[in-house]
């Protein structure tokens, strides 16, 4: 089998790679904060000094970082991923970035000879945990086939939307409905809360209806509960929403639904609640009308 590299273990990255070593893979890995891949090196995973070393020591390096600047900086320079590339070796980002990231660092992968494939995913840690990611991928058929069965190690589903920017491009999209999804419930349960409504009631109503969703029932009862423990972090809607709208503004389409919700995230960060779940937004709102919706 092909030798992997990973890149990047944050609270994603580190049960996609295990996920990838459980499905057979020869496994290296490479994080900035060494510390970090632990947990991985006890299962016999080896460990990189640097992204060149990462990318020289394997035949698909697999990057999962925050966001474009990130991702630049590992692929870039003399001790990036580009450098250690040759012919025949292929890079899948995973990441959540700007569609101009996507091209640069495609472009830095291409130079050196290898394939590059763009293929963020949809779903947060216990999707990740569970190998159960939709993973949303923009690359030439070929190499796309050639990486489907390392790809199904840690996602149920690979949906090819195109060519290299659009998985991208669809991550956008999907984060861009999320984050309307998640502001639309918090308004709905704080309205419904200044009717005297039962929360509960609200979200039985909800999954009764045409606008059935698991996201409203698992935010929704995380509301309720109180419970902010970070799935998807406030902090990374926050990030998406911003590349959205900066995307947006560079193809002139009006998104004044998504700029109204970007504010109550921003408005959520300067409460300082950046690494809680995205469901604590609620706060925000909760803070506007001095009532609180959980138990």
Excluded: W
Aim: with cysteine; aromatic share 4%.
């Amino acid at each position: 089998m092909e030798k992997i590299g990973f890149l990047g273990l944050g609270a994603m990255g580190i049960p996609m790679a295990r996920n990838i070593r459980q499905g057979g893979y020869p496994l290296a890995v490479y994080n900035r904060t060494a510390e970090r891949a632990q947990p991985l090196l006890a299962e016999g995973v080896e460990l990189c000094a640097t992204p060149r070393e990462l990318a020289g020591r394997s035949e698909v390096v697999v990057i999962m970082v925050t966001g474009p600047d990130d991702l630049l900086a590992v692929v870039g320079g003399s001790d990036g991923v580009a450098a250690g590339l040759t012919k025949g070796k292929v890079v899948i980002n995973m990441s959540t970035v700007s569609p101009c990231a996507v091209e640069a660092a495609a472009g830095l992968v291409r130079a050196s000879g290898a394939e590059f494939v763009d293929a963020p995913v949809s779903g947060s840690v216990k999707p990740a945990e569970q190998a159960a990611l939709v993973i949303l991928a923009g690359a030439d058929s070929t190499v796309l086939k050639r990486v489907t069965p390392l790809l199904r190690t840690m996602g149920r589903e690979v949906v090819h939307c195109g060519g290299v920017g659009a998985g991208t491009g669809m991550k956008l999209v999907l984060n861009l409905m999320l984050g309307n999804m998640m502001q639309t419930l918090a308004e709905g349960m704080n309205m419904g809360r200044g009717f005297g409504l039962d929360p509960n009631a609200v979200l039985y109503a909800l999954a009764g209806g045409a606008m059935a969703a698991p996201m409203y029932q698992v935010k929704g009862k995380a509301i309720v509960e109180g419970n902010f423990v970070r799935q998807f972090p406030l902090h990374l809607m926050f990030k998406d929403l911003n590349l959205v709208l900066e995307a947006a503004g560079r193809l002139h389409i009006p998104l004044p639904q998504t700029a109204a919700t970007r504010e109550c995230f921003n408005g959520a960060m300067a409460r300082g609640l950046r690494d809680e779940d995205m469901a604590a937004v609620v706060k925000v709102l909760e803070g506007l009308t001095g009532k609180t919706l959980c138990r």
